[in-house]
């Protein structure tokens, strides 16, 4: 990672509880994942002010060194057009890294369809009361062997227990916990 992005991330790193930015572990987590897996297109719902996308597209923008074919590419979904949407496009931009993501302004059952059809990962990081919607809008479209990640599941378990266990019973994707920040759920697509 260019020293100019971490210097970014670790700036924003200090008003995390301002933004509710993910933990600098789950970034890692979710960066590394992209670039093992040669991940190219991934959905966020929920971008605050870029903190998680900009761990997410620069992911994005190594695989692309590699990439022969499709340009690899982020597309985050944000509701909240005063503050934290614009903020999100400064900091991308401060990154280097807008040329790897699309910012889509809405709400996320609404705005779901109106982005391409298939994802390598989708990050559910958004309000705790429409995962469901996310869910169902989302898992047909992700391809064989990419993932579902849902932040917040140990922290909010309460809030997501319903959803949990119909993620649980769906046999076409293996899910596990892992206690990373405030806890992942991650949904492989079998
Ligand atoms: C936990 S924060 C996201 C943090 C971000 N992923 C990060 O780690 O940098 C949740 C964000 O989702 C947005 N949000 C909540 N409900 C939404 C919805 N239904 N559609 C789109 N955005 C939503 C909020 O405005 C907020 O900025």
């Given at each position: 990672m260019l020293p100019k992005i971490k210097n970014l991330l670790n700036k924003l790193a200090l008003t995390r509880e301002t933004f509710w930015n993910i933990h600098e572990e789950v970034g890692e987590f979710l960066n590394l994942l992209i670039i093992s897996q040669k991940y190219k297109t991934v959905l966020e719902i929920g971008?605050?002010?870029?903190?998680?996308?900009?761990?997410?597209?620069?992911?994005?923008?190594?695989?692309?060194?590699?990439?022969?074919?499709k340009s690899p590419h982020l597309y985050t979904i944000e509701s909240n057009l005063k503050k934290r949407f614009p903020l999100a496009t400064e900091?991308?931009?401060?990154?280097?890294?807008?040329?790897?993501?699309?910012?889509?302004?809405?709400?996320?059952?609404?705005?779901?369809?109106?982005?391409?059809?298939?994802f390598n990962l989708a990050f559910f990081d958004a309000t705790k009361y429409e995962h469901i919607l996310y869910w169902n809008a989302v898992?047909?479209?992700?391809?064989?062997?990419?993932?579902?990640?849902?932040?917040?599941?140990?922290?909010?378990?309460?809030?997501?227990?319903?959803?949990?266990?119909e993620v649980q019973k769906d046999k076409s994707f293996t899910t596990i916990t892992l206690p990373l920040g405030t806890g992942l759920l991650i949904a492989v697509k079998n």
């Open positions: 971008t605050s002010n870029g903190y998680s996308g900009i761990w997410l597209a620069e992911a994005l923008s190594q695989v692309a060194k590699t990439s022969k074919t900091n991308f931009k401060k990154a280097g890294l807008s040329k790897y993501i699309t910012q889509i302004l809405g709400h996320a059952p609404e705005v779901i369809p109106k982005t391409p059809h298939k898992k047909h479209r992700i391809n064989k062997g990419g993932t579902i990640i849902v932040d917040n599941i140990t922290s909010h378990k309460e809030a997501l227990k319903n959803f949990t266990k």
